[in-house]
């Protein structure tokens, strides 16, 4: 049982003023349909990762003398991996890089590495693979003279894609003992004298050199070569299979990683186990030439992945199914988000099905947040979502820093806005600065990451917080065993119409408006729902006291 209550502000000083504070960063609901652990938050540019509990109170926290790359985990051993910002002379791409950091529980720096010179550069993502070494997302630089070689029609330099598998050594070094290079896989229906001539969409298992206009990279560079601005990158251990995100070609990819680099910069029609070439591609088949404009499914989208091996995702998922957040640039209807679940057409080779001339299924989602597209909801860049344990979704809002869970059926049961930004922590009260999130994830509280480590919570993130009675199940806090504390839980706070209400012990409760005029008084010893339709938006002051004699009293507030 969690209480699962926001105080908004104390109880005297609402008395004395009748103003209510409405929380603007932070924790802003937590109720027991939420999956309780421990959630990993690190804002972009921000030079602090937070973990903090689902009351939004820290239990451990990371310091860098570098700002955030973009992405960040909590590993198996207790220690944090992040990305971070180093300077480059060449690209200036959004989510630049180019250094890993790894951090002991305890804020040890104990590994660092840099891939950032004039040839190559890490932006955005990494992913951890069983035997401890990283699999990183490169641009790599190739000049106008070598594209237009290979049949691109255009005069500027492009960025392609690479993948390094980095062996870590020491405790500032790596060893790279993989590799794969988009630029090796590459097809053009220009020129017939040269070696990668072909129809686009004969040969969907590599990329049309001449797809896709350039865009703005930075601010040192309005015309960036930043071609495909992939994002994200994930692993499949069962599979061997590594999946790539593009956000300007609106697909994501999935590679063989089982080949050799040699055998991976070989083109062989992208069979499983032979080449490098793509295994599987999916969100606009216009890009490989089987598909119109209104083909297209992803737009702008993050971080797809495949949730059997996603932490708490469960066997019960299959190896093909992937969730992602389609941040709903370009939609047609206007820019909308949402949060989608796919199942991939794997075969039992490996190989991903694709019938002749067809583009690659499925035709649709499985699952999509909002079930009706919302303009509301709306993150025009970064962003995620994770799958829970208990079959929730954790959506990484990342715009705007907002982190919230819903319900398979849409029904949000937990809400945080990101308190930091690259200045340091917030102010309660005040509107978010800065405070853009990449992704988040919650670790639940069997993770190994967490296993013998000390996790009593602190206070919030942010500066100033308002008091809160709020406490979680990892405390072991079980109201109706307890003889001492009210058994009283209740939420969500704010509400909208309709307030829910539960006691494990005879209660009774009393609502009163802001003129301490006595709106309702009940009995209850159950889970009620009170529809509260005809309150007007503003607050109010509920009391109670059980039948062992404790008293309380909070503020909630109507929207």
Same mark, same amino acid.
């Given at each position: 049982?969690?209480?699962?209550?926001?105080?908004t502000?104390?109880?005297g000083?609402?008395?004395?003023?009748?103003?209510?504070?409405?929380?603007?960063?932070?924790?802003?609901?937590?109720?027991p349909?939420?999956?309780?652990?421990?959630?990993?938050?690190?804002?972009?540019?921000?030079?602090?990762?937070?973990?903090?509990?689902?009351?939004?109170?820290?239990?451990?926290?990371?310091e860098?003398?570098?700002?955030?790359?973009?992405?960040?985990?909590?590993?198996?051993?207790?220690?944090?991996?992040?990305?971070?910002?180093?300077?480059?002379?060449?690209?200036?791409?959004?989510?630049?890089?180019?250094?890993?950091?790894?951090?002991?529980?305890?804020?040890?720096?104990?590994?660092?590495?840099?891939?950032?010179?004039?040839?190559?550069?890490?932006?955005?993502?990494?992913?951890?693979?069983?035997?401890?070494?990283?699999?990183?997302?490169?641009?790599?630089?190739?000049?106008?003279?070598?594209?237009?070689?290979?049949?691109?029609?255009?005069?500027?330099?492009?960025?392609?894609?690479?993948?390094?598998?980095i062996?870590?050594?020491?405790?500032?070094?790596?060893?790279?003992?993989?590799?794969?290079?988009?630029?090796?896989?590459?097809?053009?229906?220009?020129?017939?004298?040269?070696?990668?001539?072909?129809?686009?969409a004969?040969?969907?298992?590599?990329?049309?050199?001449?797809?896709?206009?350039?865009g703005?990279?930075?601010?040192?560079?309005?015309?960036?070569?930043?071609?495909?601005?992939?994002?994200?990158i994930?692993?499949n251990?069962?599979?061997d299979?590594?999946?790539?995100?593009?956000?300007?070609?609106?697909?994501?990819?999935?590679?063989?990683?089982?080949?050799?680099?040699?055998?991976?910069?070989?083109?062989?029609?992208?069979?499983?186990?032979?080449?490098?070439?793509?295994?599987?591609?999916?969100g606009?088949?216009?890009?490989?030439?089987?598909?119109?404009?209104?083909?297209?499914?992803?737009?702008?989208?993050?971080?797809?992945?495949?949730?059997h091996?996603?932490?708490?995702?469960?066997?019960?998922?299959?190896?093909?199914?992937?969730?992602?957040?389609?941040?709903?640039?370009?939609?047609?209807?206007?820019p909308?988000?949402?949060?989608?679940?796919? /199942?991939?057409?794997?075969? %039992?080779?490996?190989?991903?099905?694709? $019938?002749?001339?067809?583009? #690659? =299924? *499925?035709?649709? @989602?499985?699952?999509?947040?909002?079930?009706?597209?919302?303009?509301?909801?709306y993150?025009?860049f970064?962003?995620?979502?994770?799958?829970?344990?208990?079959?929730?979704?954790?959506?990484?809002?990342?715009?705007?820093?907002?982190?919230?869970?819903?319900?398979?059926?849409?029904?949000?049961?937990?809400?945080?806005?990101?308190?930091?930004?690259?200045?340091?922590?917030?102010?309660?009260?005040?509107?978010?600065?800065?405070?853009?999130?990449?992704?988040?994830?919650?670790y639940?509280?069997?993770?190994?990451?967490?296993?013998?480590?000390?996790?009593?919570?602190?206070?919030?993130?942010?500066?100033?917080?308002?008091?809160?009675?709020?406490?979680? /199940?990892?405390?072991?806090? %079980?109201?109706s065993?307890?003889?001492? $504390?009210?058994?009283?839980? #209740? =939420? *969500?706070?704010? @509400?909208?119409?309709?307030?829910?209400?539960?006691?494990?012990?005879?209660?009774?409760?009393?609502?009163?408006?802001?003129?301490?005029?006595?709106?309702?008084?009940?009995?209850?010893?159950?889970?009620m729902?009170?529809?509260?339709?005809?309150?007007p938006?503003?607050?109010?002051?509920?009391?109670?006291?059980?039948?062992?004699?404790?008293?309380?009293?909070?503020?909630?507030?109507?929207?």
């Amino acid at each position: 049982m969690r209480t699962i209550t926001i105080l908004t502000l104390l109880l005297g000083a609402f008395l004395t003023s009748g103003l209510a504070q409405t929380p603007t960063i932070g924790l802003i609901q937590n109720t027991p349909e939420s999956f309780d652990g421990y959630t990993l938050v690190s804002a972009n540019s921000a030079t602090q990762s937070h973990l903090i509990d689902n009351c939004g109170r820290v239990v451990n926290q990371w310091e860098s003398d570098y700002r955030m790359g973009e992405s960040s985990y909590l590993l198996e051993d207790g220690s944090l991996l992040r990305t971070a910002r180093v300077a480059g002379s060449v690209f200036f791409g959004g989510g630049i890089g180019g250094r890993l950091e790894r951090f002991s529980w305890d804020g040890v720096l104990e590994w660092s590495f840099d891939y950032a010179s004039e040839e190559a550069h890490h932006h955005h993502d990494m992913a951890v693979l069983p035997n401890g070494n990283i699999l990183l997302i490169a641009w790599e630089y190739h000049s106008n003279e070598e594209a237009q070689a290979l049949g691109r029609l255009g005069d500027s330099p492009l960025w392609p894609p690479q993948i390094v598998e980095i062996e870590p050594v020491g405790t500032n070094g790596g060893n790279i003992v993989w590799e794969w290079h988009a630029w090796d896989h590459l097809i053009q229906d220009v020129d017939s004298n040269l070696p990668n001539y072909g129809e686009p969409a004969d040969f969907p298992h590599r990329f049309d050199i001449n797809y896709e206009s350039l865009g703005g990279g930075g601010p040192m560079s309005q015309n960036s070569g930043d071609w495909f601005h992939c994002n994200a990158i994930h692993y499949n251990a069962t599979l061997d299979q590594i999946m790539l995100n593009s956000r300007r070609w609106n697909e994501f990819y999935i590679i063989d990683h089982s080949t050799t680099s040699d055998e991976a910069a070989s083109s062989s029609g992208g069979a499983a186990g032979q080449g490098g070439d793509v295994l599987y591609r999916w969100g606009n088949p216009e890009a490989y030439g089987r598909g119109e404009v209104e083909d297209r499914q992803l737009f702008g989208q993050h971080d797809p992945h495949w949730i059997h091996y996603e932490e708490g995702g469960g066997s019960e998922f299959p190896l093909s199914t992937v969730l992602l957040f389609n941040n709903g640039a370009s939609r047609p209807g206007g820019p909308r988000s949402s949060v989608d679940e796919l /199942t991939l057409p794997l075969l %039992d080779n490996g190989s991903y099905l694709l $019938l002749e001339g067809e583009a #690659f =299924g *499925p035709s649709d @989602f499985d699952w999509t947040y909002p079930a009706v597209l919302d303009p509301d909801f709306y993150s025009s860049f970064i962003s995620g979502a994770q799958r829970l344990p208990n079959g929730n979704t954790l959506v990484c809002e990342g715009d705007d820093g907002k982190l919230f869970e819903v319900t398979a059926t849409g029904e949000k049961v937990w809400e945080y806005i990101t308190a930091t930004s690259q200045f340091g922590p917030n102010t309660q009260g005040n509107e978010p600065l800065q405070n853009g999130t990449f992704r988040a994830y919650r670790y639940g509280p069997d993770y190994p990451g967490l296993a013998g480590r000390e996790l009593t919570p602190g206070d919030p993130v942010e500066l100033a917080p308002y008091p809160s009675d709020c406490t979680t /199940t990892s405390e072991g806090t %079980d109201l109706s065993n307890d003889p001492v $504390l009210p058994a009283i839980s #209740f =939420g *969500p706070i704010p @509400f909208s119409n309709h307030f829910r209400i539960q006691a494990t012990r005879p209660t009774h409760i009393a609502l009163f408006d802001a003129m301490g005029r006595s709106l309702l008084r009940e009995n209850i010893h159950e889970t009620m729902t009170f529809t509260w339709e005809h309150l007007p938006a503003g607050s109010y002051i509920l009391k109670w006291e059980d039948a062992i004699g404790n008293v309380g009293s909070t503020v909630i507030l109507k929207l």
